[in-house]
């Protein structure tokens, strides 16, 4: 069964270094999300993107974060400068469309700001 | 904003029992939907459910959409070991093309052999 993959699974940085962090879709998925799990929280919606640009993006998504598709193939989500509270677990979501509502989820990338 | 609240946050329970949590939104979902996630994983799709007053059963789960479509439940029968993890249920917000997931705040499941 196709999977969404993201690298890297763990990454540690120092606050105020830029981090990207990098999503490969299910192949023939078009719409694709950002979401956040701060240790023992909930699911937090970040970003969602469709055809090469953003559709909607949460408060926590300032101007501190962006996404981009460079090459059609990796979904990446960029923080500028990393806080401390920026430490949590990003996921990259994918969805078919066409009708279809149900989001994969990849294994997830843990950020640790130090 | 909407709110997708979950009860209980945490239940203990022996192997073999029953588990049930309970889910409720502010407004009124076009669907909901669940997740689970084990400790140290991703949010892994359950199952979905769409009609008002829907059930549905997989093996040893069993899913509700309320009647008015703002809550759910899911109950697990004799649990086991492997039932262990987060479950969260999860309701779309539609806007443009967004359909992002507004996640419930979840019950972790610990089951002591």
């Known amino acids: 069964e196709p999977e969404v993959t993201q690298t890297p699974s763990h990454q540690v940085t120092q606050m105020g270094q830029e981090v990207i962090l990098r999503c490969v879709p299910i192949s023939n998925h078009l719409y694709f999300y950002w979401y956040r799990q701060i240790l023992g929280q909930k699911v937090e919606f970040l970003v969602s993107f469709y055809n090469n640009e953003i559709s909607e993006k949460s408060e926590i998504f300032d101007d501190q974060f962006s996404v981009e598709r460079p090459d059609g193939s990796n979904f990446t989500l960029k923080i500028r400068s990393t806080k401390l509270e920026d430490s949590a677990m990003y996921f990259c979501?994918?969805?078919?469309?066409?009708?279809?509502?149900?989001?994969?989820f990849g294994p997830g990338t843990r950020l640790t700001v130090l | 904003g909407q709110q997708v609240m979950q009860i209980p946050q945490y239940q203990h329970v022996q192997e073999g029992e029953d588990f049930t949590t309970y889910c409720n939104s502010s407004?009124?979902?076009?669907?909901i939907q669940w997740y689970k996630q084990r400790p140290g994983g991703h949010p892994v799709f359950l199952i979905q459910l769409v009609k008002s007053g829907e059930v549905k059963k997989q093996k040893r789960l069993t899913f509700q959409f309320g009647e008015a479509k703002k809550n759910s439940s899911l109950h697990i029968t004799a649990t086991q070991t492997t039932d262990v993890g987060t479950y969260f249920c999860?309701?779309?917000?539609?806007?443009?093309?967004?359909?992002?997931?507004?996640f419930g705040t979840g019950t972790l499941l610990a089951v002591q052999p």
């Open positions: 407004t009124t979902l076009s669907n």
């Open positions: 979501a994918t969805r078919q469309g066409g009708g279809t509502d149900t989001q994969y």
């Open positions: 999860a309701g779309p917000i539609y806007g443009g093309a967004t359909n992002k997931l507004i």
